[in-house]
């Protein structure tokens, strides 16, 4: 296949991001009952996953959210059918893959389209990949999964910001060695692995409840796939895979979120459909600095000390691959952390850019200070007030509005769209807890004094 990229560079806009801004009225204790959505970081692959079969894939408890959407329309565009017979219902066939490209468009949305670099070269044996960085290398790089595809026997270059590759014959099993724990590059090396000649290992295979869920949805699937120790998946090839049905695991990051909202606002709140389970070193963290948790077998109740009262401990908290605590609770942590008494110190392990939104906590009167891009201290316990303050991403965006329920007066946040990416319908369940909270398009709202 001879493709210029370079046109689609030329013809690349990007599309217009409907700008919205959350207004969020601070101090009011939440109390009721919230239902956990299905996993975020779950619902992408396992929609990838199925690609590896032309037969029928139905998923249940999907979450309803912008990246879900993304994910949706990518398949589309690579002539994939996607019904969506009901909410949080999708079905997947395809039967009839007709353009073996994913685009920069799709990928500068939503690095997650760069799982179907797995699948779909195995088993079409060719596909071009926009780099989700675009040209950028350095953050958030995929560098790892190009690299377990070599593994594998794929040749893939990579010209003008896309990899194309190419699987000559079928991929072949192999060995793959990665340098640190990657959780899409695990996936991804697993969803080629299982349509590839012969047997692979992968080692350190990344250990995070999403990975399992896509091993449960691979089985049913009829692949041969097994976690053999905690940090190792082998999987031996199979020509083809059937169509399955699967419920997507809840997510353990909006419950955690949830449970800090609980915490800040001093509020009771009981979590139904909670994977307590999968959040062992979260739950920890925040009992021992003093939030009242109880795990029963499908929920969780939170019990928040008064808002304001300092009764929180200090805690250090260090972030790690699963079962570690989770990169993506520290945002959400971090809000908590402001209301300790002490001194706490963050030390993110995983990505560099996952302190930058502090900056904006700081606006709302938190004291802290940002040592690196790694380490910041967060000093406690402070009075938070209203600000208007600018979200960059997913989980900043969903922190920015704990912090502005915890504080003193009106927020306004903008880059709300950030959070729809990942959350089902947030200021719906936040409302739903008695928060005074509503998403409202950008322009209409003026800034507090
Ligand atoms: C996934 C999650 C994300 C979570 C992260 C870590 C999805 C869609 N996203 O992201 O919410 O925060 O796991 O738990 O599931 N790395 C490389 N080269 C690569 C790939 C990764 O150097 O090719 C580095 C990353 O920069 C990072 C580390 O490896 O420092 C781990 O990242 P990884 O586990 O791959 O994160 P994602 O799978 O992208």
Request: glycine share 10%; aromatic share 6%; with cysteine.
């Amino acid at each position: 296949m001879v493709v210029d990229t370079r046109l689609f560079h030329w013809e690349y806009e990007p599309p217009p991001v409907e700008h919205e801004v959350f207004r969020v009225e601070g101090g009011v204790p939440l109390r009721g009952e919230v239902a956990i959505s299905g996993a975020k970081n779950a619902a992408l692959k396992l929609l990838a996953a199925a690609t590896l079969t032309g037969e029928r894939c139905r998923f249940t408890n999907v979450p309803e959210i912008e990246d879900v959407r993304v994910m949706v329309e990518t398949l589309r565009d690579l002539g994939v059918v996607v019904d969506h017979p009901a909410p949080n219902v999708y079905e997947v066939a395809s039967g009839d893959v007709e353009w073996l490209f994913v685009p920069l468009e799709a990928a500068a949305k939503m690095r997650a389209s760069f799982i179907l670099l797995g699948p779909l070269l195995a088993r079409f044996g060719q596909v071009i990949m926009s780099n989700p960085g675009g040209d950028r290398i350095g953050r958030r790089p995929v560098n790892l999964h190009v690299d377990a595809m070599r593994a594998l026997g794929a040749e893939i270059d990579y010209r003008n910001g896309y990899y194309f590759a190419r699987a000559p014959g079928r991929l072949r099993g192999g060995e793959i060695r990665f340098p640190n724990v990657t959780v899409m590059g695990t996936e991804n090396a697993m969803l080629a692995a299982t349509l590839a000649e012969g047997h692979t290992v992968i080692r350190p295979a990344a250990r995070e409840p999403e990975v399992d869920d896509l091993i449960a949805m691979l089985q049913k699937m009829g692949a041969e796939v097994e976690r053999t120790a905690p940090d190792t998946i082998e999987i031996q090839g199979r020509r083809r895979l059937r169509g399955a049905e699967h419920s997507v695991v809840p997510d353990r990051i909006e419950t955690g979120t949830f449970v800090i909202a609980a915490a800040v606002t001093g509020g009771e709140v009981i979590l139904q459909g909670a994977p307590c389970d999968d959040l062992g070193a979260f739950l920890e963290v925040v009992t021992r600095m003093g939030v009242q948790v109880a795990c029963g077998r499908d929920s969780i109740e939170v019990r928040g000390a008064p808002r304001g009262s300092g009764e929180y401990r200090a805690c250090d908290v260090e972030t790690a691959p699963y079962p570690g605590f989770a990169t993506d609770l520290q945002p959400p942590t971090s809000v908590l952390l402001t209301q300790a008494s002490g001194r706490s110190r963050l030390h993110e392990t995983i990505f560099e850019d996952r302190l930058e939104w502090l900056s904006e906590l700081a606006r709302m009167g938190a004291a802290l200070d940002v040592i690196d891009s790694h380490h910041a201290t967060i000093d406690g316990p402070s009075r938070l007030h209203a600000a208007t303050v600018e979200i960059g991403d997913l989980r900043a965006g969903a922190s920015l509005i704990l912090a502005a329920l915890a504080a003193d007066g009106t927020t306004t946040i903008h880059g709300a769209h950030h959070v729809r990416r990942g959350y089902e319908n947030i200021e719906g369940k936040f409302v739903g807890l008695g928060a005074r909270i509503e998403r409202l398009a950008e322009g209409t709202v003026t800034a507090p004094a």
